[in-house]
């Protein structure tokens, strides 16, 4: 709050009081911490740009070497199994660097746009689950059948699923739960105030949830999950929300979260439906 008082007085000279004016600071205050963090998320997606790219360049040419030093070396060399780790930590390294290339929204060295229907993604991925996945959360699905498609990279829309299926599995913490996985189309009309939260234009969407009964999201961390390097897990490395967000965005949607503390969450994805798609029929469900 800024307050700021001016003293009246009587013709007599006699103090009558004070005329004040008291200006409630919050919203400038908000703003002002907002426009400061995108700044700094601004330079750090460029610091990201960076050394995503130089490590990309590094763990290429790691891949190289190793494949030509085991393409050399006899099954029953004894330097064989130290090569064969090198490969696989460099293979993590990779992981990371897509991860931030993904945070970035930078794809100049991956494959092109093609035609992605989301469900199919879903019904793609959910057989594959890993049995420790399937072992901690019951995964249910409500899918829509001839949903409109979307112009996107599918290797990144299935990065997108999986991580949210694995944060919400994460969230349940070891205790038996939910996760539901919902597509559906949605419009945002014109004069919808639904498009102005969204901050998404006018238009045919796609819509990807993952609900999950887990353990809901502080609002301490809503504020910063989407960062990189954010994680309250053990294990974690803060990096799959920042690439997914940053996917997201590359295919020009919008990616928001609800929660209850200690009630589960849910994320929910819109994608623009690609210019070509046939319309979507939502009465018919998976
Ligand atoms: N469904 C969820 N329920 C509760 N908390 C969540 C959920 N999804 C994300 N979070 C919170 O957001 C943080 C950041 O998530 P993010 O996926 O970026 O990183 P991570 O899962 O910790 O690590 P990584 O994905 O890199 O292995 C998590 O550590 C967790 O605190
Ligand atoms: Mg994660």
């Not at 460099?90 to 931030?100: E, T």
Request: charged fraction near 25%.
């Amino acid at each position: 709050m800024l307050e700021k008082g001016t003293p009246r007085f009587l013709p007599n000279g006699d103090f009558a009081g004070y005329v004040g004016i008291v200006f409630d600071l919050t919203d400038i205050k908000r703003g002002q911490e907002r426009a400061l963090r995108e700044k700094n998320l601004e330079n750090l997606r460029v610091l990201s740009a960076g050394i995503a790219h130089d490590f990309n360049t590094l763990v290429g040419a790691i891949f190289g070497e190793v494949d030509l030093a085991l393409s050399d070396m006899p099954a029953n060399s004894p330097g064989r199994e130290n090569v064969e780790r090198i490969f696989a930590v460099a293979k993590r390294a990779a992981d990371i660097v897509r991860l931030l290339l993904a945070y970035v929204g930078d794809w100049s060295d991956d494959s092109e746009t093609e035609l992605v229907d989301l469900t199919e993604v879903v019904e793609e991925i959910v057989p594959h689950l890993k049995a420790p996945i399937l072992r901690r959360a019951e995964i249910r699905t409500c899918l829509a059948a001839r949903l409109p498609s979307v112009r996107g990279r599918m290797q990144q829309i299935r990065l997108v699923v999986l991580n949210l299926i694995l944060n919400a599995v994460e969230a349940l913490e070891g205790e038996k739960g939910l996760v539901t996985l919902t597509t559906a189309p949605v419009e945002i009309p014109g004069d919808s105030m639904e498009g102005s939260r969204e901050g998404l234009p006018t238009g045919s969407y796609v819509k990807l949830e993952v609900s999950d009964t887990g353990s809901g999201i502080a609002e301490e961390v809503q504020d910063r999950m989407f960062d990189p390097y954010f994680s309250t897990r053990f294990l974690g490395r803060g990096l799959g929300l920042a690439a997914v967000q940053g996917i997201v965005h590359s295919h020009r949607g919008a990616i928001h979260a609800k929660s209850t503390p200690g009630d589960g969450s849910t994320f929910e994805v819109l994608l623009p439906v690609a210019s070509n798609s046939p319309p979507a029929d939502p009465r018919q469900m998976r």
